[in-house]
Structure formats: structure tokens, C-alpha cells
């Protein structure tokens, strides 16, 4: 008996240090801010700055955030940067174009919808978007910043210990096979993926450089499902093809990022976030997971409401937490808080 008593607690003992260690660890490990690139998956605003077609600041987007107005999301609610945030318990971060000259601390985001990997990505002659490339440049003014005002190891240390999500990629690909696209002309499938994931390589290698060290790099969901693409289809199936390159381009990165890890050595600390897998997944089971509609938009006009987009003069659902897609190619709030937390996106993958 006594013994077994001293037994009981040893191991509670033995329990409470583990707990101990894992909390001082998790302290140690929390990231410092967010740094967020990408597109209108996880821009929180941007656009709003900028003369552009790809806006959302307008109903019916955010009848579902906290504020229940538009906020710049392309979503009816939070958006992924939100939920990535609130993961790691840090505030969403603010856009860049709202204060350039912030030091942005708690970070920052760069996200612009409609935003690509390649420059010419959606890049129209008057205030397309912010392409990547672009958001690398603003990132490298707020990295001078913080070293001018506190200090080199301050500013290096910040960084390491800061989270770099990014989230790009599906505009490029939606761009190439849009109905309209002139680029299969130009470039096959395989050249146009070979050519954003060299870019790719060559962005996140700059980012690297100007400091970072944990990445969260999301792969491409499924587009050929999308609202947009299935209305191309009379008997509105995904689109097979657009499906088939985006898994080829979603393999290219995992293969590139292994490839950065080894040349970049142990400063190169990344998750890849399989949106692909996560989405087909609900798109075949969508019960499970309380969802009744995998092919129409909520908000919209016409056949699949994906003919046009979601305005102050389209209908939505009543119901956003049945669906998967908000408009023609958004997810509604609802299933990107189930992505976010089922692939678990948090401190302690980092
Ligand atoms: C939009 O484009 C015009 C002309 O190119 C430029 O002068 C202006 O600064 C741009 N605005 C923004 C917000 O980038
Ligand atoms: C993309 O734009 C950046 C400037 O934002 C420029 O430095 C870079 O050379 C451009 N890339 C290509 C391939 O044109
Ligand atoms: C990268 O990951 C390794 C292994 O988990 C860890 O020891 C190291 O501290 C991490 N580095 C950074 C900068 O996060
Ligand atoms: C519709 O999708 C099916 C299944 O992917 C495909 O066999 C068919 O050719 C598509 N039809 C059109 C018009 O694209
Ligand atoms: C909306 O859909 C969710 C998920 O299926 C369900 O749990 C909820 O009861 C629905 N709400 C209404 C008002 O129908």
C-alpha cells in the first residue's frame, strides 16, 4: 500500500515537472508576431487601399464578422489569418497600407487579394494587386525599420522568434485556366508550375534572408471545385484538370521546400499546411462535418450563384455554416475555421 502510495506520487510529481517543462517550453517557444503574406485568402484589408478591382468592402462580405460590416475579407466572417492568429494567441495582424510607417511589433499583414506568385498575376495597368514579389519589398522597409529602431540583435532575435504565413499560389493557377487565358498558349501546364515554384523559391529565400525562420507555407486547395470552375462544367463536376496541376504544383512546393530546408540548413523551420487533402476530403464527406453544400456559393447570382459575385445586389444563404464556399471562390468562414483548427495550426507544431 505505501508503496504504491509513494508510487502515486512519484509519478504525479513526475507529471506536475513535465507539465512545468512543457509550459516554461512553450513560453520560450511563443512567436513574437505574424508576418502574413498571400492573397485574398488572408488578406484583412489591403485592397481597401488600393484602386482595384479585387475588393470585398462591401455587403454582403462580413455579415458574420464580430462587427457584422465589411471589412476588406473576402469571406462572410474571419478569414484564415484570423484563425491563425487567434491559434497562436496573437491579435490578427493589421494591413500594411493601413500605417506604413508602424513598426508593426505584433506583425503585419502584406496580404493582397488577387495577389500571385508571378508579377503578371492579375497585375493590371492601374493598382492591380499587391504580387508578392511587392509584399517581399514592404517586408524588407519594415525589417530596416526594426533594425534602425531597435537595434540589429534585437531586430534578428524578433524575427526568428516571429511566425512567417503564406499563402499564395491559386490565383496564378486560377489565371491559367481561366476560360479567358491567353497563357496555355504561351507556356504548357508543366512550364507555368515550373516557372511559381522557381519564383517561389526564390521569394521565400529573400524572406529568409531579411530574418525569418518558422514558416507556415499552405498548399493549394482544390480550384478545379470551386463555385467558378464547376459552373464551366454543364454537369457542374470539378474540373478535372485544373484539380490534376494543382496537385502537381502542391507536390512541387513539398519537394522545393525539402530542398530549402537542406540548402538553408536548421534556420529553415517550416509546416506545410495540406489545404488540398483537407477540402476534398469535406467535398466527399460533408456531413461529417455539418456541411450540406459543397458545389453552389452562398452569396450570388445565377447558376451554382456563381455566375456573379457576391455584391450588395446579389442573395446569400441563410445558413453560411452548411456551406463550403461564401462566393464564387471563397471559403465562407465556417469551413476555414474547421481547416484552420483540424490541421491544427498552433504553437506547438512550430
Ligand atoms: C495607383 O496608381 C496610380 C497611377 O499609377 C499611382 O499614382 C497611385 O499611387 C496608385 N495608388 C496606390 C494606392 O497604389
Ligand atoms: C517582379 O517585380 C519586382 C518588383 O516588385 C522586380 O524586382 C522583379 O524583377 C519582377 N520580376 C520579374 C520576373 O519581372
Ligand atoms: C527549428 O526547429 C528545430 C527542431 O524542432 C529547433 O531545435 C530550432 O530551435 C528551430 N529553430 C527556429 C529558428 O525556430
Ligand atoms: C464535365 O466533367 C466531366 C467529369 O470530369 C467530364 O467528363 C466532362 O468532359 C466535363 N464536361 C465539360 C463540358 O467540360
Ligand atoms: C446551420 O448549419 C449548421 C451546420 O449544419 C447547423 O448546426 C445549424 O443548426 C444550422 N442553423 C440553422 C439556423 O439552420
Not at 155 to 164: E, I
Not at 199 to 212: C, E, K, R, V, Y
Not at 252 to 258: A, H, R, T
Not at 320 to 326: A, K, M
Request: glycine share 6%; aromatic share 12%.
Amino acid at each position: 500500500m505505501a508503496s504504491n502510495k509513494t508510487k502515486l506520487l512519484n509519478s504525479f510529481g513526475l507529471i506536475a515537472i513535465y507539465f512545468i517543462l512543457q509550459l516554461n517550453m512553450s513560453r520560450a517557444q511563443k512567436v513574437k508576431a505574424i508576418y502574413v503574406f498571400g492573397d485574398s485568402l488572408v488578406d484583412v484589408g489591403n485592397n481597401n487601399y488600393l484602386e482595384t478591382f479585387f475588393r470585398a468592402n462591401f455587403p454582403f462580405n462580413g455579415i458574420d464578422f464580430p462587427s457584422g460590416k465589411p471589412t476588406g475579407r473576402f469571406s462572410n466572417g474571419k478569414n484564415a489569418a484570423d484563425f491563425i492568429a487567434e491559434n497562436f494567441g496573437l491579435p490578427t495582424p493589421p494591413p500594411y497600407l493601413s500605417n506604413k510607417n508602424d513598426l508593426f511589433l505584433n506583425g503585419v499583414s502584406f496580404a493582397s487579394g488577387g495577389a500571385g506568385i508571378l508579377n503578371s498575376t492579375n497585375n493590371l495597368p492601374s493598382n492591380g494587386t499587391i504580387y508578392l514579389s511587392k509584399q517581399v519589398e514592404y517586408f524588407s522597409e519594415v525589417q530596416q525599420r526594426l533594425i534602425t529602431k531597435i537595434g540589429e540583435s534585437e531586430a534578428k532575435n524578433h524575427l526568428s522568434n516571429s511566425l512567417f504565413a503564406v499563402v499564395i499560389g491559386s490565383n496564378d493557377l486560377f489565371n491559367y485556366f481561366s476560360s479567358k487565358s491567353k497563357i496555355p498558349i504561351r507556356k504548357s501546364p508543366q512550364e507555368y508550375i515550373d516557372l511559381m515554384l522557381s519564383t517561389f523559391s526564390n521569394q521565400l529565400t529573400q524572406i529568409h534572408g531579411l530574418g525569418a525562420r518558422k514558416f507556415l507555407i499552405a498548399g493549394i486547395g482544390p480550384i478545379g471545385c470551386t463555385p467558378s470552375q464547376r459552373l464551366l462544367n454543364s454537369s457542374e463536376n470539378c474540373n478535372e484538370e485544373a484539380n490534376y496541376w494543382t496537385m502537381n504544383y502542391n507536390k512541387g512546393v513539398q519537394s522545393m521546400l525539402i530542398k530549402l530546408k537542406s540548402q538553408l540548413k536548421e534556420d529553415f523551420n517550416y509546416t506545410y499546411f495540406n489545404i488540398y487533402d483537407f477540402l476534398v476530403n469535406t467535398i466527399q464527406n460533408p456531413t461529417k462535418y455539418g456541411i450540406h453544400e459543397v458545389k453552389a456559393a452562398c452569396c450570388g447570382a445565377g447558376r451554382l450563384k456563381a455566375a456573379s459575385p457576391c455584391t450588395p445586389i446579389a442573395t446569400y444563404c441563410p445558413n453560411r455554416s452548411d456551406h463550403i464556399f461564401w462566393d464564387e471562390v471563397h471559403p465562407t468562414e465556417a469551413a476555414t475555421k474547421l481547416l484552420v483548427n483540424t490541421l491544427s495550426i498552433t504553437q506547438n507544431n512550430m
